[in-house]
């Protein structure tokens, strides 16, 4: 157990809609991540919170965006959902802003249909 | 650009032999270099991670990897693969920012 929660486990939802999916850091981790894991396009980052703020953003879709409460916890939301991003979402966190450790959730299976 | 490649795609070992997966990185400095394995269904757990220091690095589940600067290459082994291992394994770098991941190697265990 890596100590990084996500919720839900697995989402089952139509094109068009949206979808919140939730992280709960390691206690004591500042840093949040989120991530993609797709057949075609492998573990890609989405985005990087550090504290509540936004610090770096990678492969992320306009209609996808994310934040972090002052608790620390996450949500990645997706909207106008498209069968293509339909994947696996991972969230993960670290202790420091450039946290050389990073450990992650088991995961959000997403599955537009 | 940086990135990391894992040139196997897939590879199957029987079990009791032994196992090296292989990872190269493209990187400006050195970065920090993790293994981390995804058994179906599940998530990514960290196998064991490089930042400095003794080149040869012990991890959890019997894995240590070695990291060879002049060659780019942080290369994972197993002495004698056990069948739980049948999973898939990534490799992973970071400089200062966000974590980069090869492609993964699936790795199949014969009995």
């Known amino acids: 157990d890596s100590g990084v929660t996500q919720t839900p486990k697995h989402l089952i939802t139509a094109t068009g809609q949206r979808v919140t999916l939730r992280c709960s850091p390691r206690?004591?981790?500042?840093?949040v991540y989120w991530y993609q894991q797709s057949l075609d396009q492998g573990l890609q980052f989405l985005i990087q919170y550090y504290n509540g703020e936004e610090r770096a953003k990678g492969n992320i879709l306009e209609r996808f965006s994310a934040q972090q409460f002052p608790d620390l916890h996450s949500e990645l939301n997706l909207s106008s959902l498209e069968l293509g991003d339909s994947a696996l979402y991972f969230c993960?966190?670290?202790?420091?802003?450039?946290?050389?450790?990073?450990?992650f959730g088991e995961g959000s299976w997403l599955t537009v249909v | 650009a940086q990135s990391v490649t894992q040139p196997d795609i897939h590879i199957t070992v029987s079990e009791g032999a032994s196992l090296e997966l292989r990872c190269n990185y493209s990187y400006g400095a050195t970065p920090y270099l993790f293994w981390y394995v995804q058994s179906p269904g599940q998530g990514l757990q960290l196998l064991l991670k490089y930042f400095s220091g003794d080149t040869l690095v012990q991890g959890i589940k019997g894995f240590e990897a070695e990291f060879k600067r002049s060659q780019s290459s942080f290369n994972l082994r197993k002495p004698s693969v056990h069948w739980s291992d049948a999973a898939e394994y990534f490799c992973a770098a970071r400089g200062t920012d966000k974590l980069i991941f090869g492609t993964g190697t699936r790795l199949q265990v014969f009995p």
């Open positions: 206690s004591g981790d500042l840093s």
């Open positions: 993960a966190s670290s202790d420091s802003s450039s946290g050389n450790t990073i450990y």
